[in-house]
């Protein structure tokens, strides 16, 4: 992807992500946009603090798989490049998917630091992650930090548990518009625009943003926003109204604050999850998707009733008829068919023999 594509694609996304990752993403591509091109060592350097692992890193701890979910997310891997790395939540959703049909995994871990991303792919990967609980025990731990996007994530999570260190929240969702136009004037650029379509070319950097277009954004990023607060609700199982009011309103909390609002179950490291983990017993499977209750095996107060063995009972199948047997049947059937009508005529033949004799002594 040519940088000048990526700037349009940073200036015209809905992003969940906390607001110092996105700075930095953008002052590399303003660098970028200016001729300046980093080495992909500085580039490195910039990132490193929140460079990203993918799924392919997944580690094993006896049956519990321990999957990382760190770094910038977005839909798919690459899509910055060497900008700003990070995890493909595409890729992210078919590990859960590979996992909950695993039976040799009895439970998951997800391990999160992650400052969030674009929304994109997020709703899908939040509803993959809550059918993995739906199978087995899914913990997301926040390792040691959960922002925005990542949290959307994490708070799918069977429990949510933080480390005594982290932070997690920034719900919230933000786009950016920005006018270049007399940037552009000043270095002498002059740009015509031509288009079909009333709104093909609204928010374009080019000009200033017209109200009709800025409601329009707004309108957006209310609707994202409405869905993340919906889903971070089911999956603390708490009102949108509760999320709205305590979880923060768009910043990062504490791992006490986190605890004290709800919105994570336990603060604790990662060896006491994945002791936790490997004690926790795989949930019974829900019967025809539709959360059947499962029965306890019965008790006995004396001794169980016998046990009846099965007798095998053997049933001899009939021989295949031969050709030979198939046409004598048929001739039989027809021959008898044939009786019938005989007789059937004959008896039609006596009792128009006996109306006659009737009209003759009339």
Known sequence: MKYAEVM??????????????????????????QGKKLSKAEVQARIEPFAARGPSDMARAGSVAIVPIRGFLSKRAGMFGDVSGGTSTDE???TFRTLAADETIGAVLLDIDSGGGT?????ECFQSILALGAAKKCLALVNASAGSAAYWLASAGSEVWITPSGKCGSIGVFTVHEDLSKAMEMEGVSTTV???????????P???????????LQADVNETYDAFVRDVAQGRGVTPKVVKADFGEGRMLSAKAAKAAGMVDKVGTMDEAITYLMGAKRKAPMMSGMGAEVLPAPTFAADPPPVVERQEVTVEEAPEPTLEVIASDVRTAFDEELELKRKDHTAEL???????RLADFS
């Open 194 to 204: 031509i288009q079909a379509g009333k709104f093909k070319t609204e928010g374009s």
């Open 350 to 356: 006596e009792l128009r023999r006996a109306k006659l």
């Open 92 to 94: 992210l959703t078919k």
């Open 206 to 216: 080019l000009g200033p943003l017209s109200d009709e277009a800025r409601a329009a």
């Open 119 to 123: 929304v994109p792919g997020t709703p």
């Open 8 to 33: 349009r694609f940073a200036m015209g996304t809905t992003w969940a992500i906390e607001r110092e990752k996105l700075q930095v993403i953008a002052g590399i591509l303003a660098l970028r946009a």
